[in-house]
């Protein structure tokens, strides 16, 4: 996951909005910056040597995450493009830009903005990396594309999650690296092409692609919506126009768009992203 507090997540809409220099202005002391700027969720390994939350209650995160991730994901990628949605405090955008890549970063907190541009100022790498204010509903209307869209620990902190991987595919040219909290269990069932009226007891059964609907709370935090299982999240991504492509570990998952969707489903995902855009 990659939030800790309610409304963390870059899951409500608004405007984009640049981050300026002025918005993170350090002071000369490492540490008093590390303090002004906490509570902070991810723990970043600061040139210095110190760390940003070396206490973490799940270890040392999210480097262990990326570990995981790193393997599948090119080491040159100098003349590409990455969109970080929910960025946080910027790991994965530091982590990618030093790959060369050039990243729009994005989260709706202006707090973990303020840490990733002190973050960003600290490894010297401002001249690869955009932050915005922003949220993945904002490119509904929006032209821009990314060759990589990384989409770890927001799905399900989403109301409209199917509507975000179908905007995602708009956006994404090349890999979509996504992580969300799911339910336990691997198991796919068989899916016919078409559930009977009348008998639809398949549904229940194990492995029936399914996603928990969380009205109220998990873990304390009222923005975990969705707990989706392994069957669904691959069933979804197929859905938005995606194909899987790997698993690099739990809860992660790695696509391509599939330049060749069901028609119906393609046609209807641009129907519903024309209304939301205005377009007649």
Same mark, same amino acid.
């Given at each position: 996951?990659?939030?800790?507090?309610?409304?963390?997540?870059?899951?409500?809409?608004?405007?984009?909005?640049?981050?300026?220099?002025?918005?993170?202005?350090?002071?000369?002391?490492?540490?008093?910056?590390?303090?002004?700027?906490?509570?902070?969720?991810?723990?970043?390994?600061?040139?210095? +040597?110190?760390?940003?939350?070396?206490?973490?209650?799940?270890?040392?995160?999210? $480097?262990?995450?990326?570990?995981?991730?790193?393997?599948?994901?090119?080491?040159?990628?100098?003349?590409?493009?990455?969109?970080?949605?929910?960025?946080?405090?910027?790991?994965?955008?530091?982590?990618?830009?030093?790959?060369?890549?050039?990243?729009?970063?994005?989260?709706?907190?202006?707090?973990? &903005?303020?840490?990733?541009?002190?973050?960003?100022?600290?490894?010297? &790498?401002?001249?690869?990396?955009?932050?915005?204010?922003?949220?993945?509903?904002?490119?509904?209307?929006?032209?821009?594309?990314?060759?990589?869209?990384?989409? &770890?620990?927001?799905?399900?902190?989403?109301?409209?999650?199917?509507?975000?991987?179908?905007?995602?595919?708009?956006?994404?040219?090349?890999?979509?690296? &996504?992580?969300?909290?799911?339910?336990?269990?691997?198991?796919?069932?068989?899916?016919?092409?078409?559930?009977?009226?009348?008998?639809?007891?398949?549904?229940?059964?194990? +492995?029936?692609?399914?996603?928990?609907?969380?009205?109220?709370?998990?873990?304390?935090?009222? $923005?975990?919506?969705?707990?989706?299982?392994?069957?669904?999240?691959?069933?979804?991504?197929?859905?938005? +126009?995606?194909?899987?492509?790997?698993?690099?570990?739990?809860?992660?998952?790695?696509?391509?768009?599939?330049?060749?969707?069901?028609?119906?489903?393609?046609?209807?995902?641009?129907?519903?992203?024309?209304?939301?855009?205005?377009?007649?």
């Amino acid at each position: 996951m990659n939030h800790a507090r309610p409304f963390d997540s870059a899951h409500a809409a608004g405007p984009a909005r640049a981050i300026s220099a002025q918005d993170a202005h350090a002071s000369p002391d490492t540490s008093d910056d590390i303090a002004r700027l906490a509570p902070w969720f991810h723990n970043l390994h600061l040139p210095d +040597g110190r760390q940003t939350a070396p206490d973490h209650v799940l270890g040392d995160f999210p $480097t262990s995450k990326w570990q995981q991730i790193a393997p599948f994901i090119p080491t040159d990628l100098r003349g590409l493009t990455v969109l970080d949605i929910g960025c946080n405090a910027g790991f994965y955008t530091f982590e990618l830009a030093r790959r060369g890549a050039r990243v729009t970063a994005i989260d709706i907190d202006p707090h973990y &903005l303020q840490q990733a541009k002190w973050a960003a100022s600290r490894f010297g &790498l401002e001249d690869r990396i955009e932050l915005r204010l922003a949220s993945v509903y904002s490119f509904a209307r929006s032209r821009e594309q990314f060759d990589i869209v990384w989409f &770890l620990g927001v799905l399900y902190h989403l109301r409209h999650p199917l509507l975000a991987l179908d905007i995602l595919r708009t956006v994404t040219t090349r890999q979509l690296v &996504l992580q969300t909290l799911s339910m336990p269990g691997e198991g796919v069932a068989p899916v016919p092409n078409s559930v009977d009226l009348l008998d639809r007891s398949a549904l229940t059964q194990p +492995g029936w692609p399914s996603m928990a609907f969380i009205e109220r709370e998990l873990a304390h935090d009222p $923005t975990n919506w969705w707990a989706p299982n392994h069957a669904c999240i691959e069933a979804m991504l197929r859905s938005a +126009g995606f194909r899987v492509t790997a698993r690099p570990g739990h809860e992660i998952y790695l696509a391509q768009p599939d330049p060749a969707p069901a028609n119906v489903t393609a046609s209807l995902r641009e129907l519903e992203l024309a209304a939301i855009r205005g377009a007649s």
